[in-house]
């Protein structure tokens, strides 16, 4: 009897032990449809009213690149940096991608870059007791010009920099550039207009700088993803296809307009510009 007795006790943890089983095996399928899709990681910097560390859109550009994104249901995880601390972890590999850059050729190596999201410009912001007008780049070259580091003004303009035709100083900081400009330790300083306005009231500067109409530089913004993560042209596809339905939709033009509405209708434009960032010039 006692050898019978161990014999179904052995029976009756084999048999539980491979219902066990059984049902994990049954079970997993649905536990794993049931996890969450994984998120696209991007980093992100403060410059308003396009992004910014404000939920619940983080700025408009973030908005739009959060909604198309969930056309294909993959949510966006936001983490916010100085913006060249934000290009380094991209670029690494540490973050998926970034939001959002112009394009430079430079980086095409490191980043594919999207369709275009939207048109960005600069201008020329000066003291408001400055008498200043301009008309190409040569007319620049006898002023004292602040820049801010990382920033993209524009082939012609950077090719004068870097021959040292414009007097130029960089800082890591666009307040720097307009507290500088105001106390007249230089010149000039280039600026996207609305975020330039929305630093100077701010500042409580708006009545002592304003800005020169014609832009420096036109371009577009757009998303960069990596080269160094396996999935980033997966995500770019993704987000192609879905801010491509939002600009068919009327979408994406309605978000810009009503989240810029003192923005001049010429800056929601590119003048002359060519809405692809060279990917099949990289690809040659």
């Known amino acids: 009897m006692p050898l019978q007795g161990q014999l179904n006790r052995f029976v009756n943890r084999f048999c539980n032990l491979l219902l066990g089983t059984v049902l994990t095996c049954a079970l997993a ?3 794993e449809a049931d996890e969450p899709p994984q998120s696209v990681r ?18 408009v550009v973030s908005h739009i ?18 913006w060249s601390r934000a290009r380094m972890l991209a670029e690494k590999g540490v973050w998926d991608g970034s939001v959002a850059w112009t394009c430079r050729p430079e980086m095409l190596k ?18 408001t007791n ?9 007319d620049l070259e006898r002023y004292r010009i602040g820049l801010t580091q990382d920033y993209n003004y ?38 996207e207009p609305a975020v330039g306005m929305g630093m100077l009231k701010a500042l409580n500067l708006r009545d002592e700088i304003t800005f020169h109409t014609t832009p420096l530089q036109s371009d577009y913004l757009y998303l960069i993803l990596s080269r ?7 995500y770019l596809k993704e987000f192609n296809d879905g801010l491509n339905e939002l600009r068919e939709s009327g979408r994406l033009e309605a978000l810009i307009t009503t989240s810029l509405p003192d923005l001049p209708a010429r800056y929601l434009v590119v003048e002359d510009g060519d809405s692809r960032c060279g990917e099949q010039e990289y690809l040659k």
């Open 228 to 234: 160094r993560v396996p999935d980033s042209e997966r």
């Open 29 to 31: 399928p649905g536990l």
């Open 154 to 191: 524009g082939k012609k303009f950077e090719e004068a920099v870097a021959a040292g035709t414009i007097n130029a100083e960089i800082t890591s900081s666009d307040q720097t550039n307009f507290r500088k400009l105001a106390a007249g330790r230089i010149d000039l300083f280039p600026m």
């Open 110 to 127: 490191h980043f594919h870059f999207s369709d275009p999201i939207m048109a960005h410009n600069y201008v020329l912001f000066h003291r």
């Open 42 to 59: 991007l980093t992100n910097g403060h410059w308003p009213p396009y992004m910014e560390n404000t939920p619940p859109h983080y700025g």
């Open 65 to 82: 690149v959060t909604l198309a994104f969930a056309k294909h249901d993959t949510p966006v995880t936001y983490g916010f940096f100085p």
């Open 130 to 138: 400055m008498d200043f007008d301009w008309d190409n780049v040569k």
